[in-house]
């Protein structure tokens, strides 16, 4: 069983930056056995993949819409994720979403991420 927890979201004037942040909670299996993904739903749209990151942290992808901007990072004696969003846009408005599973691989498929935490808003006004 595993519960994430987003923290760190709100409202900020394009070009600026936001840190979001993603406790976790794991039963069983430890923390750094999970691949971790950060995904957004923007209002009217469907969700959509933003970064990931694997169980080492060493490796990382991300979406090209945010490549260059966002970093994804990871604490495995912290049990928590990051995304420091940078030079932020209005497009960049979406509840974010932590996500969580056990593929082999680093994935951008929603579908392969079994666990979810309950998102936070991001606005970025313009």
């Known amino acids: 069983q595993v519960q994430l927890v987003e923290s760190g979201g709100g409202l900020v004037q394009a070009g600026g930056s936001l840190t979001l942040s993603c406790a976790c909670t794991t039963s069983g299996r430890a923390f750094s056995t999970y691949i971790m993904g950060w995904f957004r739903q923007a209002p009217g749209k469907g969700r959509e993949f933003v970064s990931a990151?694997?169980?080492?942290?060493?490796?990382?992808t991300y979406a090209d819409s945010v490549k260059g901007r966002f970093t994804m990072s990871r604490d495995n004696a912290k049990d928590t994720i990051n995304l420091q969003m940078n030079r932020l846009k209005p497009e960049d408005t979406a509840v974010y979403y932590c996500?969580?599973?056990?593929?082999?691989?680093?994935?951008?498929?929603?579908?392969?991420?079994?666990?979810w935490g309950q998102g936070i808003q991001v606005t970025v006004s313009s």
């Open positions: 996500a969580a599973t056990r593929v082999a691989e680093l994935s951008n498929r929603d579908n392969d991420y079994g666990y």
């Open positions: 990151i694997s169980w080492s942290g060493f490796s990382t």
